[in-house]
């Protein structure tokens, strides 16, 4: 199945909530067939359900090429550990910037698959960043919004710029 269209910045979709998903069914199966697809495509790590404008709570992850990807369904990050992490960031959503962003190190997730089923788990370093980035996406916040108000203008004449960072 082709990939679907991306959610271009500054679309007022990607700072919008997403809604949690309730029916765990076949059109949520064919929703995370498409968000995985088109992660693909894109080769992309993480990717949201709002990525391709469906405001729904679905995470598609694929850490590293050699590994299968992975379906987070209405996921919360339950507890946050106070020591932190910078890694660098950027969007599908808004190609060619990156910039490094400061995030807990390690993270407790709530979240439900493709069944409805419950699950927890830990996560730290890279994947806890990736996952904490895709969850703010699903509560409406952009990635831009972690920059400082200074780093956030110089990301954005670059991105105007059609530069890369």
Do not use: C
């Not at 987070?72 to 946050?80: G, L, Q, R």
């Not at 106070?82 to 407790?108: K, L």
């Amino acid at each position: 199945m082709p990939a679907r269209p991306l959610v271009l910045f500054p679309d007022p979709r990607l700072t919008r909530p997403a809604e949690p998903v309730d029916a765990f069914d076949a059109a949520l199966r064919a929703l995370a067939d498409d968000v995985r697809d088109t992660l693909m495509a894109e080769s992309a790590i993480g990717l949201t359900a709002p990525h391709i404008g469906v405001p729904a709570r679905l995470v598609v992850v694929r850490m590293s090429p050699d590994e299968s990807a992975r379906v987070y369904v209405n996921p919360v990050v339950s507890w946050a550990s106070p020591d932190t992490e910078v890694h660098d960031e950027g969007s599908v959503s808004m190609p060619g910037v990156r910039e490094r962003i400061t995030r807990a190190a390690r993270i407790r997730l709530s979240y439900r698959d493709l069944d409805g089923s419950a699950h927890e788990e830990e996560t730290e370093g890279f994947p806890a960043a990736v996952l904490q980035h895709e969850i703010d996406q699903l509560d409406g916040v952009f990635w831009i919004a972690r920059l400082s108000r200074l780093k956030r203008e110089r990301l954005l004449k670059r991105f105007g710029k059609g530069r890369p960072a």
